[in-house]
């Protein structure tokens, strides 16, 4: 089950499993890998909740159990 996490670890964490940038985007930034862009959330305070991040992944292709 994915732990609630800071925006920067997301990032970092996305990075890792092949994602490029983040790249501005017209509201939110983004991640591309191969034709897949994957929205990030807008920095804000506090961390990423459990089912934003798991939704992230879905959309990702990333198993939950494996994050």
């Not at 994915?2 to 092949?18: A, F, M, Q, V, W």
């Not at 501005?24 to 990030?40: A, D, E, N, Y």
Request: charged residues 35%; proline residues 10%; without cysteine.
């Amino acid at each position: 089950m994915p732990k609630p996490l800071k925006r920067r670890e997301l990032i970092r964490r996305l990075r890792d499993t092949g994602f490029k940038g983040p790249y501005s985007g017209s509201k939110h930034q983004f991640l591309v890998r191969g034709t897949l862009k994957l929205r990030i959330p807008n920095p804000h305070e506090g961390d990423i909740g459990e089912p934003l991040l798991r939704e992230i992944l879905r959309q990702a292709g990333i198993d939950p159990k494996t994050w």
